[in-house]
């Protein structure tokens, strides 16, 4: 999975008009501030069109090299079920600074503390092999992202979301 596919399933769970989301950590370098998404809600079809952008803070040393450790839940019922790693490939990422900074317009590594804007993107989705029990519902996400070197958390995001197919 490309570190743009991984950006664009992160950023489907934290579409503003279908969501709750938060900072899961708020002494962290790097602080989510705006999320948008388009179409409300979003489909996971094939085919489907989704476009992002968003606005972050930096407000310490952001490091140039990170692990990003995704969790996947469904709710069901009355619980929150963890969905394996290996459906959606693998639980952590290793994503790099100039990674990072291909999503931000004229910047360079390592990102300095202050606001950024996250450009708008565009993907379009690919065949999503979910089960069909799988594709409606609630979805929670978390993203951790952690500097390789010396495993201090970079940024922490939470959301939940609902999923239609």
């Given at each position: 999975m490309s570190?743009?596919?991984v950006f664009f399933f992160v950023v489907l769970a934290f579409a503003v008009d279908a969501l709750k989301w938060k900072n899961c950590d708020g002494s962290s370098p790097v602080q989510i501030k705006e999320i948008k998404l388009s179409p409300h809600p979003v489909t996971l079809r094939k085919g489907a069109k989704v476009t992002a952008s968003g606005k972050f803070r930096v407000s310490g040393a952001a490091g140039t090299q990170y692990k990003l450790h995704l969790k996947l839940e469904?709710?069901?019922?009355?619980?929150?079920?963890?969905?394996p790693c290996s459906w959606y490939k693998q639980c952590e990422h290793n994503v790099g600074c100039d990674q990072l900074i291909g999503l931000l317009e004229g910047e360079q590594c390592p990102l300095q503390p202050k606001d950024y804007?996250?450009?708008?993107?565009?993907v379009v989705l690919?065949?999503?092999?979910?089960?069909?029990f799988l594709t409606n519902g609630w979805y929670r996400i978390r993203g951790d992202l952690r500097d390789r070197a010396n495993n201090k958390r970079i940024s922490?995001?939470?959301?939940?979301v609902e999923i239609r197919s």
């Open positions: 570190l743009t596919q469904r709710y069901v019922g009355w619980w929150w079920n963890t969905i804007i996250v450009k708008q993107q565009s690919p065949d999503i092999s979910l089960p069909s922490c995001v939470q959301a939940e």
